[in-house]
């Protein structure tokens, strides 16, 4: 007897999340993730996996997307999307994905479409609307080391790290509340000079940017450089965060529905 319900699926908004690009073995892969999937699942929305997108096709997508969700990853942005040579070629990067991700960004914040940036996507945000990034922020005079021992377990590396001010009078402030958030810290590159327009919501102990918004643009956008994803169900600023932008992808899809009244009625 099968076990599964029979009832059929609420018709949760589409959330898009753009994959990496890795070799495994001799062959180029897709991936993503499990834990960004999953948190799309917890903001109450249902997670579409893009491989890569040429231009049209970015068109094309976001005709069916409710929201975005830009996820981490081991590799960075490239420093020629920012006017600056490779410093540390040992780095991974992932051309491929910046190709789309980064017209995708600029595109879906034009249209209004709701996004949540995570770590990589942070910097992707950021670099997309004419920001720059530190390529190596531990070498910077007066800021802390931001990465994780690479040979510790995952809940060390991800474990809470240190706190961040919640900047007041910001859209995190109305998520998150007042005050300071304790947040896990697996980042080398930050951000440098914020994207022109942008508003800095979070500063870490060292003054580095934590989160920041695009208060001009019409639709839900907040960029985030810790991993909120991380056991998201545990977590209650991680939860506060994921319904945040779910209930902005539910607006948001509720409003395109609405079908245009006839003005000559």
């Given amino acids: 007897m099968n076990s599964r319900s029979t009832t059929p699926p609420a ?17 180029p892969y897709h991936v993503v993730g499990k834990k960004y999937v999953d948190a799309v699942r917890l903001a109450g929305c249902l997670p579409l996996v893009v491989p890569w997108a040429a231009a049209d096709e970015v068109d094309e997508l ?11 990853s081991a590799s960075n942005v490239h420093p020629s999307h920012f006017g600056e040579e490779v410093r540390n070629p040992e780095l991974p990067l992932d051309p491929e ?10 595109e879906a914040l034009a249209r209004g479409v709701p996004l949540l940036a995570i770590c990589r996507g942070f910097q992707e945000t950021n670099v997309a609307l004419g920001g720059t990034l530190h390529q190596a922020v531990q070498d910077l005079p007066g800021k802390a080391d931001h990465r994780a021992p690479s040979d510790a377990p995952a809940d060390v590396q991800y474990g809470l790290a240190h706190d961040v001010h919640v900047l007041p009078g910001g859209l995190l402030e109305g998520i998150v509340g007042a005050g300071s958030v304790r947040v896990n810290s697996v980042h080398g590159q930050g951000a440098n000079q914020l994207a022109p327009g942008a508003r800095a919501e979070a500063l870490a102990p060292d003054g580095l940017v934590e989160a920041f918004t695009l208060p001009a643009a019409s639709g839900f956008n907040l960029c985030l450089q810790w991993h909120p994803e991380w056991r998201a169900a545990e977590n209650p600023v991680s939860m506060k965060l994921l319904r945040a932008f779910g209930t902005a992808c539910q607006r948001f899809r ?12």
């Fill in 254 to 265: 509720d409003q395109r529905r609405v079908p245009e009244r006839d003005p000559d009625r």
């Fill in 11 to 27: 018709n949760r908004p589409i959330v898009l999340v753009p994959a990496d690009n890795r070799m495994l073995g001799q062959h």
């Fill in 62 to 72: 976001l005709l069916h997307a409710d929201g975005i969700l830009l996820t981490g």
């Fill in 97 to 106: 994905r910046d190709e789309w991700t980064l017209p995708l960004t600029r």
